[in-house]
């Protein structure tokens, strides 16, 4: 009843992040939005001014874990912690797309490669072809600085369940099913930084869940960074969500799956609408006039 939805990062430069996601990974955008003013859900990080979001994915949201890339107009770049420890996806097709544009690969195992996205993302390219009907995109990894704590938090209280555990590496991972992007969990034994280029991963689940996932974790003393809100994309369906903190900062989404089902419909004018926010952004242009750089979060 709960599935791996979206991971969200925040990008300085959105031309560049946009030739990685499409020209290297092979994604597509599923589609494009801007706004105005921060959301009320922090989903753009801790500011009030315009910004975009852009969902890109192998397939609709309904059965594939998409990226959501967060760009903040005026700022140009943030600082990367160590709680992001990276996306990996199966796509022969992305590591000859990096070969032959360029992109900086690095092989640490055999038939997987470690690449950064711009920012220093990184991901992780198992040179494999992907299996027909099937997510290309396998798990995402995150630091943690007590991995028996964070397991019970993970397993006990929002229901994922262990599928694997390797005690050499310090990983256990886990899933809401077997046919959804993972969850990796990496003991790095020390403290979590979340830099300002923290992100958020989310999860879908019946609307009538989230009071009562609200409610189990005020019961259990854990962090709420959001009560439950409904958040408003104009011209879309409004959808309701819960923000959690996991005993390392991590930051949650619980979002309710009828209407998200709706909001997360791709729009076939995804590629076009990114194309000209991106040619009208002339802020780079208006800095380098300036002599001034953007802002470094």
């Known amino acids: 009843m709960r599935r791996a939805l979206h991971f969200v990062f925040k990008v300085g430069d959105r031309t560049r992040t946009a030739t990685f996601y499409r020209d290297v990974l092979g994604m597509k955008i599923l589609r494009h939005e801007e706004f105005e003013e921060g959301c009320k859900a922090t989903c753009n990080g801790p500011y009030d001014g315009k910004w975009s979001k852009t969902m890109f994915g192998f397939g609709p949201e309904d059965d594939h874990f998409v990226a959501e890339l967060t760009y903040n107009y ?16 199966q796509s ?15 092989e640490v195992a055999e038939s997987l490669y470690l690449t950064q996205a711009p920012g220093g993302y990184p ?42 555990k390797n005690e050499e590496k310090k990983t256990v991972l886990m899933g809401f099913a077997d046919t959804q992007c993972k969850l990796e969990l990496q003991d790095i034994s020390g ?3 979340h830099g300002t280029a923290f992100g958020r991963i989310a999860f879908a689940c019946p609307r009538e869940q989230l009071p009562d996932l609200e409610a189990l974790m005020k019961k259990e003393n854990q962090k709420i960074l959001t009560p439950l809100v409904s958040l408003d994309t104009p011209g879309k369906a409004t959808v309701e969500v819960v923000i959690f903190s996991d005993p390392d900062g991590h930051e949650i989404c619980f979002v309710g799956d009828e209407a998200f089902r709706q909001l997360s419909m791709v729009d076939p004018k995804g590629n076009e609408l990114l194309d000209k926010a991106m040619a009208e952004d002339k802020s780079d242009e208006w800095f380098a006039k300036h002599n001034k750089q953007k802002a470094a979060a």
């Open 74 to 89: 005026g700022v140009g770049e943030y600082h990367l912690g160590n709680d992001f420890l990276g996306l990996t996806l």
């Open 191 to 193: 403290t979590v930084d």
């Open 92 to 106: 022969s097709q992305a590591v000859s797309n990096a070969k032959r544009l360029g992109w900086p690969l690095t």
């Open 123 to 164: 991901f992780y390219l198992v040179d494999k072809e992907h299996i027909l009907f099937s997510d290309p995109v396998q798990k995402v990894c995150l630091g943690v600085s007590d991995l028996q704590k964070s397991t019970h938090y993970w397993n006990t209280l929002l229901g994922m369940k262990v599928i694997d």
